[in-house]
C-alpha cells in the first residue's frame, strides 16, 4: 500500500495552477487522487488500531480528512484550494479534544505526526503538571521512540515560564511549549514507494508512547 505518484502529481500541478477553473477541468484527476488517499487511510487506521486501543476500525477516512478547499474569508491569499490532502485520526476522526495522529500528502513536505496541537486550557495546563510531576516519565515515552524532548514541535513556545512556573525549573524549556507533537518527514519516494504503510505505520508506533502519555495527563482512557 502506498500514495500513488499520480496523486503528488496532481497535488504540484494544483500548486501551480490554483484556480476554480483550472480545477473543475481536471476534477476527474482530483477525484483520484482523493480516493487514493482516502485508500491509504483506511488502511492506516486498520494497522493503528492493532497497537493502539483508542483506534478502532469503525472509524471513517472520511470523517478523517480535510477538506481541500480553503477558507479564504481573512486570508491575503485567495487561492481557493490547498496543494495538499491530509488526515487527523482520533477516537471520533478529526474532531477529538485530545491527542491524534495527522498525516500530510504534499509534494516535497509530506510527513506523519501525532500528539496534540494546541491543547485546550484545562488540558494544557493538565500536560504540564504531569510533566512537571514525571518528566522522567515524558523522556522514556520519547526515548522509547528513539526520540528526544528537543523533537517536540517549538511552534508558539512561549518566551516566558508559564503561569505556576519558574525560570529556575530545570524543565522550564518543556513546560513552555504550546503544542506536543512529534513529526517525521516523507520524501516524495518514500510515500510513493510500494510498502510505503509500514513505514508510516513505524513512525506512529515509534511516537505511541508520546500520545499514551498525553492521554493519561488528560485522563483519555486506552
Not at 481573512?74 to 485520526?89: E, Q, V
Request: net charge negative.
Amino acid at each position: 500500500m502506498n500514495i500513488s505518484t499520480s496523486t503528488l502529481e496532481f497535488l504540484a500541478d494544483l500548486a501551480r495552477n490554483n484556480t476554480r477553473e483550472w480545477f473543475q477541468a481536471n476534477k476527474e484527476r482530483y477525484d483520484e487522487a482523493l480516493a487514493d488517499v482516502k485508500a491509504f487511510i483506511e488502511k492506516l487506521i486498520v494497522e493503528l488500531s492493532k497497537f493502539d486501543p483508542l483506534i478502532n476500525t469503525d472509524i471513517k477516512a472520511s470523517k478523517c480528512m480535510f477538506r481541500i478547499y480553503r477558507d479564504v474569508r481573512f486570508s491575503k491569499d485567495k487561492s481557493p484550494y490547498k496543494s495538499w490532502l491530509a488526515a487527523g485520526i482520533s477516537i471520533d476522526g478529526r474532531k477529538l479534544d485530545g491527542p491524534e495522529y495527522y498525516i500530510h500528502i504534499e509534494p516535497n513536505n509530506s510527513f506523519m505526526a501525532a500528539g496534540y496541537w494546541r491543547p485546550k486550557k484545562e488540558h494544557l495546563d493538565a500536560i504540564r503538571q504531569e510533566i512537571d510531576y514525571n518528566y522522567e516519565v515524558l523522556n522514556k515515552a520519547l526515548q522509547a521512540g528513539r526520540w528526544t524532548v528537543s523533537d517536540l514541535s517549538q511552534e508558539d513556545k512561549l518566551s516566558r515560564p508559564p503561569a505556576g512556573y519558574t525560570a529556575e525549573d530545570p524543565n522550564i524549556e518543556v513546560l513552555k511549549l504550546k503544542s506536543f507533537i512529534i513529526h517525521e518527514s516523507l520524501t516524495n519516494s518514500e510515500i510513493t514507494k510500494a510498502d510505503s504503510i509500514n513505514a508510516v505505520v513505524d513512525i506512529c508506533k515509534r511516537i505511541y508512547p508520546l500520545k499514551k502519555f498525553i492521554q493519561e495527563a488528560i485522563d483519555i482512557e486506552s
